[in-house]
């Protein structure tokens, strides 16, 4: 990884070039603003979390910033997909965005006054109980994300009064916003990932995350458990797991896994190898720092230094 | 259940309703029009998978179909989510739809001529490949759904020329078709599932899918394989596992399985007795029939007749 | 199991009566007379362990005391073997005792003066560090049991000096102790088990063990770890297992092995059944109360009422 | 090891000294005897296994012969415990022998003239079926091994007329044998162990076994399969698994444990290291051939090949 202020990212000569799931303004963009450095740096919205990520695997972006979990605009299982087959690629890091949604409005309109609102589905559907108490009389119009409701709010022939969507893009168009936390479940956040070709590993830190795909090597019962047990035999937690099927059959599957520590620790490095045996098809996706900082518990028998000791132990054995 | 022919759906006086996740013509009303009767009866387009049960859930619904893998137009993560909360709910049948798309031109047009494409930014996503070689000059609109790109092209304001969307939605709309089975993946297909409110269960069939929820009872390494022995101690095989973040705080989880049989199989029943022990907030989703009417494989030791045997000893152990 | 004080063997017509591995002043027998009444019963020594069940099986004794752990006098292979092929038996309890050898010699005799020493070897092997620091010269000449040893010094013609004995034959024969505590290991304990035929089980206790002969359902890896899990996913404790060779053919196995808990504890209950599903050859060999009393500790989620309520709750799923 | 034909035994200056669990003429001694050189080397007869094992490792003795499992005249017990404390010894070897039992009988003698039979109580337990037919009214004598019993015969004074023995001491005083084969269950075997101090270890041979004694990390449900884990984990099938109490305090155990294969394959190696980490007191007894050349069936995943992949695959990650 370089040294630079950039996060993990390759630094090419020139400026950084990052892509995201746009358009402009939506959540993922501001996942992406956390990123040191991307502020300064060019900016290229995708229409697909496979047309991003593509961006990068052909050079046209350094790196690109995608959603992973819940995300309010989709796109989870595009991701989990698409980093899962072709051109291997790598995490370098994830961010958590603070879903706050806004309500926007054409200058001079009231609550009372709104008829239709535009927004993306899934963020319509997470404002439905403050929308039922606050503007009853609403129509909903679906958006193909909060931001493109956000944008058509300023084109007159847009034909609704009011948009939902995220402070970002309310700010940056300087759009009337009348109200504020308007989604039901306070403090919701959700998760991205900036992704990148394969490169130097973000060092570890001691709160990291590592995530791997695993074809399930036998479709039986207990074979999912086989290969749990390599993360549970080397005391490496599991903070996600999901199944997806694997293309065009259903009844195949591979598991997309994010484990607790970093690959440079000797027990996740452990467990790899151990998964490699039973899944030679494994892929890893990287170790990065977790966004939370929360610590991995590493209990001593799973300590580097009980991998040390393990080692040594063994091989005076075979010296005699 | 109902004797009707309505597979599974409570029969409520007078007209069945089901609602889907909308608008018309996505795939989700094609997975709705796979469900017996469902061509005879009141179908009702849902803005979102909350707000589709939450008809189910008021009783304006008999039923809802939604997405629960892989959809094209989203909403899987909305429907693990929505169906693991509130009021309790039971799935009633999974469906499979094949996906294929068509692209729908306007009237006189040809490939050459297209300049601007819609469609929903998955769809966009799985024709990337055949569009490049067939349409690779075309701007692309992201829609808020396949449907909507096809209702769209016949509005003479929409600003664009074609449109990728299901087939339902082009042979209802009378759209001119100029190509078929332009998805880069050969074969896809999709799976749906129908929801009630609680009621009799469908019959066991020997090819049946149990859905639950079970909210982790500790964040531990081990924790998760303690839940999944419950399942490989009875020889019950998993066809789908997703671990899900519960609500605002990330680092909670439950989780959502698909496990072969049904509730009614003695090896099904014991292990979620196992799993209520050991996670009494388990949700119980449902048992069905599985779309693709693959039978377990149920090994001698997990047999209804070796759960009796067992039954019959330890009764006679204590008997003297 | 009958009222009357005999802890649980059969009250047969008349006095009860008692075999155990011989000959009489073994720390066997000082087990026997560790069980109420058995000190006014009939008490037979047997030759061998399989002499001694002999006697039970054909209603010759109501009972027999022999070694299952650890014993000065051998027999322990001999009595897992036994019971786990014939005639069903069951273990009515345990029995522990303190292992403390004495020296004994012909009246007169001092330290010094000894030439010849007999025991048991496996007795001698016990006290070896004792004699080689206090009767460095002396000779050892085996006997077949401490006991035997002992009554041979009261014959004139064995030709030894003094003998190893359990305190017990020293004081019943009078014999001339000159010193006590002579084992190498401090606070030793030895563990015998009372055996009879089947009939109603000891009461739980909250104390209790149960113990299990299961053989191998198929030897591979893996196939011993599926018959423990059944006991771990019940939260049932193991204090003992042991592998052992079936019969002729060294390469197939069964093993037996004493769990925590009595089986109408609905999680030994629970176990037993799902490993009578996997291994329906189980035999079951009693549920008794431990020696030391040692309460099992049960986490909420395998007490009797979480598989209460697990039963409850599934019924509730298939009623709807 | 030594290039001598001493079978893995460490070569000293000048002869070759062994002991084995006596006297002369046991099973053990038989078990020696198949040790190549042993028939032309110095075999000193134990009157224990504590003092043979003492033998070795004080020098005065290159190896021992030692019960491992089923023995007739015991031992096995003292055996497991003996070679798991104290000061490290390796197992070299295992032997396995046939057990058939021969009726000696003094000059002229009869079937119909046996008073009174002689023999150790586990054989005369062994040849309980045989004796009841054919020679229902002689009077049991025990001895302390068969051998001993063999011996007696040849003593006037001794008070019985026959000896059950094994055939090898039989033919050495040269007694007058009347019956051959005579325990009840045809093809009986047992196992012994050549047991040394540290050294070169054997060569591995594609048939072989590893003997670890394992203290139990914690006394809890599910910790004992942890430990086992680490087998199954690797695909290493076990053979023998004993618990043993810890000395003086019951309550406390650890697992004597034969597993298939070799310290010097990678799967052994990576379940060693593994057991370590989690019980750091672990001992390891050796890799040695199996008596019975039996090869281990290995899964093409637990190969030495997959771990050598497994291992240049994760050496891959970390270098970018």
Redesign the interface.
């Known amino acids: 990884m370089s040294g630079s202020g950039s996060a993990g990212t390759p630094r090419l000569p020139g400026t950084m070039v990052y892509t995201y799931l746009g358009?402009e303004g939506t959540f993922t963009e501001a996942a992406l603003l956390q990123v040191p450095g991307a502020d300064q740096a060019v900016r290229i919205p995708s229409?697909?979390?496979?047309?991003a990520l593509e961006k990068v695997r052909s050079g046209h972006a350094n790196a690109a910033v995608v959603p992973i979990?819940?995300?309010v605009e989709?796109?989870?299982?595009?991701t989990l997909d698409a980093i899962s087959v072709g051109q291997p690629l790598r995490i370098l890091r994830e961010i958590?965005v603070p879903i706050t949604f806004v309500l926007a409005v054409r200058p001079g309109m009231e609550l009372a006054d709104i008829r239709r609102v535009s927004t993306?589905?899934?963020a319509?559907?997470q404002c439905?109980d403050w929308a039922e108490q606050n503007i009853p009389h609403a129509e909903?119009l679906?958006?193909?994300?909060t931001a493109?409701a956000a944008v058509g709010l300023q084109d007159p022939e847009s034909g609704f009064d009011a948009a939902i969507c995220a402070p970002l893009v309310a700010s940056r168009l300087g759009l009337n916003v009348i109200a504020r936390d308007i989604g039901d479940?306070?403090?919701?956040?959700t998760?991205f990932i900036l992704i990148s070709l394969?490169?130097?590993?973000p060092e570890p830190t001691g709160a990291d995350k590592t995530t791997v795909v695993i074809p399930l090597?036998e479709?039986?019962?207990?074979a999912?458990?086989?290969i749990?047990?390599?993360?549970?035999?080397?005391?490496?937690?599991?903070?996600?797991?999901?199944?997806r099927?694997t293309?065009?059959?259903?009844?195949d599957?591979f598991?997309s896994i994010d484990a607790d520590g970093h690959?440079?620790d000797a027990r996740v490095?452990d467990a790899?190898?151990?998964l490699?045996?039973?899944s030679?098809g494994l892929r890893?996706l990287g170790s990065y720092p977790r966004a939370?900082h929360?610590r991995a518990?590493v209990p001593p028998?799973?300590s580097d230094e009980?991998?040390e000791?393990?080692?040594q132990?063994?091989a005076s054995?075979?010296d005699?």
Chains 1, 2, 3, 4 share one sequence.
Request: proline share 7%; no cysteine.
């Open positions: 358009p229409a697909s979390v496979s047309s979990e819940n995300s989709g796109g989870v299982s595009a958590l993306h589905s899934h319509w559907a439905r909903y679906p958006a193909s994300s493109a479940v306070a403090d919701a956040v998760r394969p490169g130097l590993l090597p479709d039986r019962p207990g999912l458990m086989e749990l047990e390599h993360f549970s035999t080397r005391g490496v937690n599991l903070s996600r797991i999901e199944s099927p293309g065009a059959f259903l009844g599957y598991f690959v440079s490095a790899l190898k151990g490699h045996r039973v030679p890893f939370d929360r518990e028998h799973t009980a991998f000791a393990a080692d132990w063994l054995l075979i005699g």
